[in-house]
């Protein structure tokens, strides 16, 4: 008798992704499938997107092509929060169910395709069914936020902050290192907020207790022996207590911070935490303690009410700030933000359009100096992908997906998974050219 089989679609961020992670692990638990194709497979679960206006259109045209191809169709994730926008497009879906909704997807499933086995006679490895490569994981510490940003329906799509408790992120992380994962991707919605619902309660992890706090989670990955990177991280002030962690070489000298915006005025309209921390002084004393520290960040251009004073206010902010990457994105209304409330006027798509040019201009000259300084120095190097002798990689200062790679040449076979030394030869705006020593 052969095992049902479930295709598979996750869409969006890395936390959406993680979701899947655990869907998927639970689906091989029961003896379920995984199909590469939606033809063929005795089903398909569509783990969706809602953020953006453009992320809801992908993820119903997933929806749409998962029933034109297959036909037996249940759909998860942020979009899942709004059971009527689905069905007026697509009302012969089986089932929908909200975001972090396992139990629910796991019903939908067993109803339309019923499990052949029994899940306890069967193996897993201990790690999970992973998504992403062997050597690098996302470990998501929390779910949902507490931040009321204007553009943002997060909170009202996936709810409230809700950490895990520090034993329970710190196990999941042992089992990663244990399986041979090199690299650890910290993700939530809000990671240096980690913790706060739970009055930073203390949990029992092997022979000690750990404070379900920033600084303390950070501090045991530190411990652990690979590369852990720190994404999400909006800049309170207990944010520097891990820099040096950093220095220490304990976690990656890499923060993911989305400052959106440097103009005050912009930033209030935004609602943004932190926004009235003074992130120029931060990121200076940042730099002070770890002078290696590699800053990545998202804003967002053409927010309602943005002046052009505003936005030259942006791009002093980045000259002065000489972050090493940054993601630009053109303001969307999103239905259900508050930001469409606030009575302020919508800027017209030409502006955005040229402000998202000059923004990316500006931004990429200080990209490229900051590579240059890279030039001639020996990196340590995790390949991605590996062809004989030739392979492609990341520094400490990368993150996967979405920050520069480095191309490497070498005498010998690389491996995928493994971290070399590389010394760099040349660098343009995104990437690093280097041959492995």
């Not at 022979?207 to 990177?229: C, H, N, P, Q, S």
């Not at 991280?233 to 962690?245: A, D, F, G, S």
Request: with cysteine; proline share 6%; glycine share 8%.
């Amino acid at each position: 008798m052969s095992a049902p089989r479930v295709s598979f679609v996750s869409l969006g961020c890395p936390k959406a992704l993680v979701d899947s992670e655990r869907i998927v692990t639970r689906l091989r638990a029961e003896g379920y499938e995984i199909a590469r194709k939606h033809d063929g497979a005795d089903l398909v679960v569509v783990n969706t997107c809602g953020f953006l206006d453009s992320a809801r259109d992908e993820s119903l045209d997933a929806i749409g092509n998962a029933l034109s191809e297959n036909g037996r169709v249940i759909v998860t994730g942020c979009l899942g929060a709004e059971p009527e926008v689905i069905r007026q497009r697509h009302p012969n879906v089986l089932a929908i169910t909200g975001p972090q909704a396992y139990e629910s997807v796991m019903a939908a499933v067993h109803e339309a395709v019923p499990p052949k086995h029994d899940p306890l006679i069967d193996l897993l490895p201990p790690q999970g069914v992973k998504l992403t490569p062997r050597h690098y994981a996302y470990l998501k510490i929390s779910e949902g936020c507490n931040n009321r940003c204007t553009f943002c329906i997060i909170p009202s799509l996936r709810g409230d902050l809700v950490s895990r408790p520090a034993a329970d992120v710190l196990r999941e992380a042992e089992r990663l290192a244990k399986a041979g994962v090199k690299e650890i991707m910290v993700i939530s919605q809000d990671t240096s907020a980690y913790g706060i619902d739970l009055k930073y309660a203390e949990s029992q992890y092997g022979d000690r207790t750990v404070r379900a706090k920033f600084y303390d989670l950070a501090k045991e990955l530190g411990d652990l022996g690979i590369w852990v990177r720190l994404h999400y991280v909006y800049p309170y002030p207990h944010v520097t207590e891990v820099i040096p962690l950093m220095a220490e070489g304990k976690i990656l000298p890499y923060l993911d911070i989305p400052f959106q915006h440097a103009s005050p005025a912009v930033l209030k309209n935004m609602r943004r935490p932190a926004h009235g921390e003074k992130t120029l002084e931060r990121i200076r004393s940042w730099r002070e303690a770890c002078p290696d520290l590699a800053i990545r960040s998202t804003f967002i251009v053409g927010f309602p009410g943005e002046t052009e004073k505003d936005f030259e206010l942006l791009l002093d902010w980045l000259s002065e700030a000489k972050i090493e990457r940054a993601g630009c994105f053109k303001y969307e209304p999103v239905k259900g933000a508050r930001s469409n409330d606030l009575g302020l006027p919508e800027l017209p798509q030409e502006v955005k359009e040229s402000r998202w040019h000059r923004f990316m201009q500006r931004q990429q000259k200080v990209s490229a100096a900051q590579q240059q300084k890279k030039v001639g120095k020996r990196l340590p190097v995790i390949i991605d992908e590996a062809n004989g002798t030739a392979g492609k990689g990341r520094t400490k200062y990368d993150a996967p997906e979405i920050d520069g790679a480095v191309h490497i040449t070498s005498r010998r076979p690389l491996r995928a998974g493994e971290i070399v030394t590389v010394k760099i030869d040349r660098a343009d705006a995104y990437d690093l050219y280097g041959q492995a020593v």
